[in-house]
C-alpha cells in the first residue's frame, strides 16, 4: 500500500466485506494522512478502528415502504403498483427480514417467471424446508438467520437452473459453480477464454509430437523383444493410473472443437450461460472491465451447500 502515500493527491481506500475476525485490519492500512479508508465489515468489534464522525454507521434492514420499491424492481413490476401488489411485497418483504440481497433475489424469481408476487412465500417456505432438511442430514451447523434468508430466496432460482434440459441453464450452473471456487470478485472473461485456448494449442502440440514421435521410429532400428515388452508395461499403467474423476472445467469450457472459432462459442454460448447467472443477480457483470462478481453470501452458499459436496 506505500504507493497510495506517495501520490500528490487525496486517496479513497476501500475494503469490502472484512468479516475474517482472524486477520488483523489495520496492516491493510496505509501511512500518511492525505487519503480515506471506507470499511465494510459483519464483525461488530472492527467500529473502533473509525475515527470520523460518529466512527461507525450501522445499517440492518430496509423501511417496509424501500423493501417494497427494491422488490418490486427487481420484478420489473410497472407503476403504479395496485393495493393486491403492494399487500403481497409486504408479506415476502417480511417473510426475507428486509435484507436487500434476498429481496433482489425473490424480485428476478418473480421476473423469470419461476413464481408470481401472489404465491411466492409458497416457494420460499418450501425452498427453506428443504435447506433445513438438507443441512440436518448433512451435520452441517445453520448460518445465521438472515443468511438463510438471503439462502432460501437464492435456492429458488437456483433450483430452477438445476432441473432445466437447457444447455444455457446447464452450463449456468457448471460456471456458478466453478466460479464459488474463484475468489468472488474480478472473475474475467479472458481468463474463461484462456482455459479453452490453452487446452487446443497443447492438442495442437501434442499432435505434432505424435508425428515426430511416428516419423523417428519409422527411421530407427527394429525393437528387442525387451523394449516391446517395457513399452506395453507402460501402457497398461498408464491406462490403469488413468485420472477417471469428474472433469473440474464446465462443458462450456470443454466441448469446443479443434478448429471451431472460440468468438463464436464465447458470444453464443459461455454469453448465454453468464447472462442466465447475470439476469437472476446470481452474479454480477461489470460493463467496463468485462468481469464478473459474486455476492459474498451466494459466492459461500454455492460452495458449500450439501447438494454441492
Not at 411466492?120 to 451435520?139: C, E, L
Request: glycine residues 2%; contains cysteine; charged residues 30%.
Amino acid at each position: 500500500m506505500d504507493w497510495l502515500t506517495s501520490l500528490d493527491r487525496p486517496w479513497l481506500l476501500l475494503i469490502d466485506n472484512a468479516d475474517d475476525m482472524s486477520q488483523p485490519l489495520d496492516t491493510y492500512f496505509p501511512d500518511g494522512e492525505r487519503g480515506c479508508i471506507l470499511v465494510t465489515t459483519r464483525d461488530p468489534t472492527k467500529k473502533w478502528y473509525g475515527t470520523v464522525g460518529p466512527g461507525h454507521y450501522h445499517f440492518e434492514k430496509l423501511a417496509i415502504n424501500e423493501a417494497n420499491d427494491l422488490l418490486l424492481k427487481a420484478a420489473c413490476r410497472p407503476r403504479p403498483w395496485d393495493n393486491e401488489t403492494v399487500k403481497s411485497a409486504d408479506l415476502i418483504a417480511d417473510a426475507l427480514g428486509f435484507l436487500p440481497l434476498a429481496l433482489v433475489q425473490a424480485g428476478k424469481a418473480i421476473m423469470n417467471g419461476l413464481c408470481s408476487l401472489a404465491n411466492y412465500i409458497d416457494h420460499y417456505q418450501r425452498s427453506w424446508q428443504r435447506i433445513r432438511h438438507a443441512r440436518r442430514r448433512s451435520g452441517v451447523q445453520f448460518d445465521k438467520e438472515e443468511n438463510l434468508n438471503v439462502y432460501s430466496s437464492y435456492e429458488i432460482n437456483l433450483k430452477s437452473l438445476e432441473q432445466s434440459e437447457d444447455e444455457e441453464a446447464v452450463d449456468a450452473v457448471q460456471l456458478l459453480k466453478m466460479f464459488s471456487c474463484f475468489y468472488c470478485e474480478n472473475i474475467r472473461v479472458d481468463f474463461l477464454r484462456m482455459a479453452v485456448t490453452n487446452p487446443r494449442a497443447e492438442r495442437k502440440q501434442a499432435d505434432k509430437d505424435k508425428r515426430e514421435e511416428a516419423q523417428m521410429t519409422r527411421l530407427s532400428r527394429s525393437k528387442t523383444w525387451t523394449e516391446y515388452i517395457r513399452e506395453r508395461i507402460f501402457l497398461v499403467l498408464e491406462f490403469t493410473l488413468r485420472d477417471r474423476t469428474p472433469p473440474v472445467l464446465p462443458s462450456v469450457l470443454r466441448e469446443v472443437q479443434p478448429f471451431s472459432d472460440y468468438d463464436d462459442l464465447l458470444e453464443l454460448r459461455l454469453r448465454r450461460a453468464l447472462n442466465v447467472l447475470s439476469r437472476m443477480s446470481l452474479i454480477t457483470h461489470h460493463e467496463a472491465s468485462d468481469n464478473y462478481s459474486m455476492h459474498p453470501l451466494v459466492h459461500k452458499w454455492v460452495r458449500e451447500r450439501p447438494e454441492s459436496t
